[in-house]
């Protein structure tokens, strides 16, 4: 990391009290100078209070810090809910003596309980004390919740010679599904561009990566993505073919992130690609990915390591998808697994298993009715998912 970070920021991470367990669970990302920001959240109809702040925030295009807890969403918690997240800016811009209406806020945690907002106003001042340019780790394990390791990615990149850097810290290990945004992700650049320009990017990006990811079908109410441009390295977008070279980094950066999500998910074992070829569009093959990615009985055969090809095509046949059954290939890898429609027989099905044994695979299924294509990252459903869910609050 001490080679691949963006110039003119600053990051925290420290330990509130708000989990109750000697974790950390404040962090704060602070830019010198003040950037522009573009951002994405969740569609789910139940939105968390800094959800509803942030989507206000950025319309200005400007920000210079976000602070973030863990172990608490403020989430359903009514209008105090609300004033504790403009109190948790407020505080922060007091301390770091900037305009509040440039911090934004974000929250990940159990939903419904009141944000104990006096233990964040009281660590506000060690908070930004701790901000270092090094400090990207300390932030990322700050905003942990079920994630069992932080995650950061680098990625550098050169504009007109100008060299830029491009780091990402996302959180989210259950909760996860498309329809953007599926976690809290922050990505901070020092490359100058236009909140257009970054909100084109980041949409882009988002599409294919992000939202190309479940790891248990539900869809958390405080998703947020946001995604800082500070200019310090001298980079700028200055047209479509810079803005398109940036989009390639900015995608690269998310889609390694998607990876490490989906490989952290709650109680996952195994890291697999679904990929769906021949449908009769590109939207048609998404369903039909989506639809097998959160199929319980297809990542509970993917948990037993189960070869059990009816339970794919049975969930493909369910996704809406108009489907001739003798049209369908199913495969893992390089082992064909269903031809026609028709099973290849035990020796295919030993062979399948073999490569379920791996961490990571791929599963390919060929629909044979077009030239649309879609691809999603899932995971298997272990016990350990449903331990974890089942005592999250106790």
């Known amino acids: 990391m001490e080679q691949m970070l963006p110039k003119g920021f600053r990051a925290s991470g420290i330990c509130a009290g708000i989990k109750g367990f000697g974790k950390k669970d404040l962090g704060l990302l602070y830019t010198d100078v003040p950037a522009h920001v573009a951002g994405m959240f969740t569609t789910n109809r139940i939105q968390a209070a800094p959800v509803l702040l942030d989507r206000l925030r950025i319309r200005s295009g ?13 989430c359903c918690t009514g209008k ?12 922060a811009a007091l301390i770091l003596g900037v305009d509040e209406e440039q911090v934004l806020v974000a929250s990940t945690g159990v939903i ?28 990322a394990e700050a905003i942990l919740t079920t994630d069992t390791v932080p995650k950061v990615v680098s990625r550098k990149g050169m504009l007109e010679g100008a060299e830029y850097t491009v780091t990402g810290i996302a959180k989210g290990a259950g909760m ?4 953007m945004a599926t976690l809290l992700c922050f990505v901070c650049t020092d490359l100058q561009a236009t909140p257009d ?78 990929v769906v070829e021949g449908a009769s569009s590109p939207e048609a093959a998404c369903r039909v990915a989506e639809t097998v990615a959160t199929s319980s009985l ?33 495969s893992f890898d390089d082992v ?59």
């Not at 400007?62 to 403020?74: M, P």
């Not at 993917?302 to 998808?321: K, M, P, Q, T, Y």
Request: proline letters at 4%; a neutral charge; charged letters at 20%.
């Open 62 to 74: 400007r920000c210079r810090s976000i602070i973030v807890n863990s172990g608490n969403a403020n």
């Open 80 to 91: 105090k809910g609300l004033e504790d997240a403009e109190a948790m800016a407020r505080f």
């Open 112 to 139: 419904g309980e009141p944000l104990p907002i006096q233990k964040i106003e009281a660590a506000i001042p060690e908070l930004v004390k701790g901000l270092k340019p090094d400090g990207f780790m300390d932030f």
């Open 298 to 330: 297809v990542k509970t055969a993917l948990f037993g390591e189960d070869a059990n090809w009816g339970r794919i095509l049975a969930a493909a046949g369910r996704s809406g998808v108009p489907i001739e059954p003798e049209s369908i290939d199913v």
């Open 197 to 274: 320009h970054l909100n084109r990017a980041l949409a882009n990006s988002v599409a294919g990566s992000l939202n190309r990811i479940s790891i248990d079908g539900d869809m958390s109410t405080n998703d947020t993505v946001l995604l800082f441009a500070n200019g310090a390295s001298g980079a700028v977008v200055t047209d479509p073919a810079s803005l398109n070279a940036f989009g390639r980094i900015l995608e690269d950066v998310l889609m390694a992130l998607a990876r490490a999500i989906v490989k952290n998910g709650e109680g996952a074992t195994k890291l697999v690609e679904i």
């Open 176 to 179: 996860i599904h498309p329809h």
């Open 336 to 394: 064909l697994l269903v031809q026609g429609g028709a099973g290849c027989g035990k020796a295919a099905e030993a062979e399948a298993t073999r490569i379920l044994k791996r961490p990571e695979f791929c599963l390919k299924i060929k629909l044979g009715a077009g030239s649309g294509t879609a691809s999603m990252l899932t995971c298997d459903f272990s016990i350990d998912y449903v331990k974890i869910n089942a005592h999250y609050r106790s």
